[in-house]
């Protein structure tokens, strides 16, 4: 029996949610599929303006990739490097998801669950979360494309803590590596979770857009150039810049619309 992944709307927030009873959310085959799908349909839906990734439960965000599959899914290099296309297909999916993104982590986020949420923009944690990619002990490596989050996430000498330890992380040491956002106790993590939603949707939808945009283009070690600068301005042409600079003036909510 496989997983599978979940899609609920609530007004302008989107929640999927990793379901695989009994495996604690590992993420099989189909169910990397599937996210991929999902993102893709989610970021091009302009009705969307935040996303929350979780787990379903609170025992597990994801408790890696679904083992029981290697035997079939990676018993070859054309298996594996088919299998990995397929998990990296959604990785990049998740990263490149138009909307601000958070994952809300209960439990363990392990494996391939951590490189899920090292794609999406906040990581807000319970306490009792835990985090780890003990792979070495099950005698194989991290795919290199897929370590490629944790590596821009938490840097180098993290990533290979995590991986030459193969150590399980609790929430405050994972805040402190810069794994996570935010720690929350267990009982608020939910509700913090979907108020820091309710905050990002409460802004400007294209700022909202292009503060991703601009914060990973600086990451690259290439000046800006004239005419990216120049674009920086592109928010003078909106009807939400106008929107907001009125509605403060006026002193009353904005009402955004993402044009």
Same mark, same amino acid.
């Given at each position: 029996?496989?997983?599978?992944?979940?899609?609920?709307? =609530?007004?302008?927030?989107?929640?999927?949610?990793?379901?695989?009873? @009994?495996?604690?959310?590992?993420?099989?085959?189909?169910?990397?599929?599937?996210?991929?799908?999902? *993102?893709?349909?989610?970021?091009?839906? #302009?009705?969307?303006?935040?996303?929350?990734?979780?787990? %379903?439960?609170?025992? #597990?965000?994801?408790?890696?990739?679904?083992?029981?599959?290697?035997?079939?899914?990676?018993?070859?290099?054309?298996? =594996?490097? =088919?299998?990995?296309?397929?998990? @990296?297909?959604? &990785?990049?999916?998740? *990263?490149?998801?138009?909307?601000?993104?958070?994952? &809300?982590?209960?439990?363990?986020?392990?494996?391939? @669950? &951590?490189?899920?949420?090292?794609?999406?923009?906040?990581?807000?944690?319970?306490?009792?979360?835990?985090?780890?990619?003990?792979?070495?002990?099950?005698?194989?490596?991290?795919?290199?494309?897929?370590?490629?989050?944790?590596?821009?996430?938490?840097?180098?000498?993290?990533?290979? %803590?995590?991986?030459?330890?193969?150590?399980?992380?609790?929430?405050?040491?994972?805040?402190?590596?810069?794994?996570?956002?935010?720690?929350?106790?267990?009982?608020?993590?939910?509700?913090?979770?979907?108020?820091?939603?309710?905050?990002?949707?409460?802004?400007?939808?294209?700022?909202?857009?292009?503060?991703?945009?601009?914060?990973?283009? &600086?990451?690259?070690?290439?000046?800006?150039? %004239?005419?990216?600068?120049?674009?920086?301005?592109? *928010?003078?042409?909106?009807?939400?810049?106008?929107?907001?600079? #009125?509605?403060?003036?006026?002193?009353?909510?904005?009402?955004?619309?993402?044009?």
């Amino acid at each position: 029996m496989t997983g599978s992944i979940l899609c609920i709307r =609530a007004q302008e927030i989107a929640t999927v949610t990793l379901s695989n009873p @009994g495996k604690r959310n590992a993420v099989d085959h189909a169910m990397w599929q599937e996210i991929a799908a999902i *993102f893709g349909n989610l970021s091009a839906d #302009a009705g969307v303006r935040c996303v929350v990734l979780r787990g %379903e439960g609170t025992q #597990a965000f994801a408790a890696g990739g679904d083992i029981d599959e290697f035997l079939s899914r990676r018993d070859t290099l054309e298996h =594996a490097m =088919a299998y990995h296309a397929q998990a @990296g297909a959604a &990785l990049q999916a998740v *990263f490149d998801c138009r909307q601000p993104t958070i994952a &809300l982590i209960q439990g363990a986020c392990i494996g391939g @669950g &951590l490189e899920l949420a090292a794609q999406c923009d906040l990581r807000i944690c319970a306490a009792s979360s835990r985090f780890g990619a003990p792979v070495n002990k099950l005698g194989f490596s991290m795919y290199p494309e897929e370590m490629l989050g944790l590596l821009r996430l938490a840097g180098a000498p993290t990533v290979l %803590e995590i991986l030459l330890e193969g150590r399980i992380l609790d929430a405050t040491e994972a805040l402190a590596k810069g794994l996570v956002t935010r720690v929350v106790a267990d009982t608020e993590v939910v509700a913090e979770a979907y108020a820091s939603a309710r905050r990002i949707c409460e802004g400007a939808p294209l700022v909202a857009g292009w503060h991703k945009q601009w914060v990973r283009r &600086l990451q690259h070690d290439v000046p800006l150039s %004239e005419q990216e600068l120049r674009a920086s301005f592109a *928010f003078l042409d909106s009807e939400d810049y106008r929107e907001g600079l #009125a509605a403060f003036l006026e002193r009353r909510e904005p009402k955004f619309r993402g044009r």
